[in-house]
Each structure stands twice: as structure tokens, then as C-alpha cells.
């Protein structure tokens, strides 16, 4: 009983953030027209805020080890932060681009390779090595696809997108590596 209550607060506070944060576009629309959000950019933002909370809530609870919680910590925070720049500003260009979509192969690699490890640390060791893999090989296509010439965009740009995710998701990766010694099996 105590863990669902431990759980129900621990959703009540993912709820409270996500509304929380939403609350800052909201109240800067009544103060600037630079914040122009419709309904179906508060509902995506909002399932984007609670789905990664929720992950977080739901794998900390069988975290290892805290070498374990900083590597999840870091790759939801990664891919929230490529979902979310990708959606506001795009990673290839300025605004909408049909480029853009190629990321969300990203987001694929990751949901299948944490239902193939059930978040196993040398399971998500791999997926996230997965995931830099499939980020230099998008990185290469775009630069081969000449969208470097796309208007807002540039081959500096397009390479320095792909390898800062990339050393996030690498960094996590070894986090998980690290996560597999023994030393660091006390729960903390």
C-alpha cells in the first residue's frame, strides 16, 4: 500500500510540473505576441512533459543503483531536449522542415531498445551506442542529401547537432557500463 501511495505522489508531482511549465507559454502569450502556442502545441508539449516524467518516475523505481538513475536521468533528458528543439525550431533548418522527421528514428531505436533490454544496464548500454550509431548515420545522410543548403541551416550546424546528442547519448551509454559493476550495486 505504501508504494502505490509512493507512486500516486510521485504522478501528482509529474503532473504538477507538467502544468507548471506549461503555465510559462501560457501566461507569456498575454504579455507578447512572440508566444504564439495553439491548443495542439499545449496538448503535445504537455503529453511530451508527463510521458518523459512518467518514464523517469516508472524506471527509477527499479533503478539498480544510482550510477543506473544518472544514465536513464541523462538519456530522457537527452531525448526530450532533440524532441523539443526539433518541434520548436527544427534540427535541420529554420521552422518545418520534412527533414526533421528523419529524427524520430531516434525516438524508434530508443522505445525498441528498451523493450529488447527491459532496461537491462548492458541492454540499455547498447541501445544508447544504438542510438549515437543512428545519429551519425542521419548526420551523414543530411550532409550527403546536401540539407546543409536548406535556408537556416549549414554543414557546422548540422554536424555540431548531431554530435552533441551524440555525446549525450554515448555518455549515457558508459553510464550504463558503469552501471554493471558490482562496487555500485548498493541501491542508494
Excluded: H
Excluded at 507538467?18 to 505576441?33: D, E, K, N, R
Excluded at 535556408?151 to 554536424?159: F, N
Amino acid at each position: 500500500m505504501k508504494k502505490q501511495a509512493t507512486l500516486f505522489r510521485s504522478l501528482t508531482t509529474v503532473a504538477i510540473v507538467t502544468i507548471a511549465l506549461l503555465l510559462v507559454p501560457f501566461i507569456s502569450m498575454q504579455f507578447t505576441s512572440q508566444v504564439n502556442w495553439s491548443a495542439a502545441d499545449f496538448l503535445i508539449m504537455g503529453a511530451l512533459i508527463f510521458g518523459i516524467g512518467l518514464s523517469y518516475v516508472i524506471i527509477n523505481r527499479f533503478a539498480p543503483n544510482w550510477v543506473y538513475r544518472i544514465a536513464i536521468t541523462l538519456a530522457l533528458m537527452a531525448t526530450f531536449l532533440m524532441i523539443w528543439v526539433n518541434m520548436a525550431v527544427g534540427l535541420i533548418g529554420s521552422g518545418p522542415n520534412a527533414a526533421n522527421i528523419m529524427y524520430g528514428i531516434i525516438v524508434l531505436v530508443a522505445v525498441v531498445g528498451v523493450t529488447v533490454s527491459r532496461l537491462r544496464a548492458a541492454g540499455m548500454e547498447r541501445t544508447m551506442y544504438a542510438m549515437v550509431s543512428m545519429l551519425m548515420l542521419l548526420t551523414g545522410v543530411a550532409l550527403l542529401a546536401g540539407m546543409d543548403q536548406y535556408p537556416g541551416s549549414s554543414s557546422k550546424e548540422i554536424l555540431a547537432v548531431g554530435a552533441f546528442f551524440s555525446v549525450l547519448f554515448f555518455v549515457s551509454g558508459r553510464l550504463f557500463n558503469a552501471a554493471k559493476n558490482p562496487r555500485f550495486s548498493q541501491n542508494v
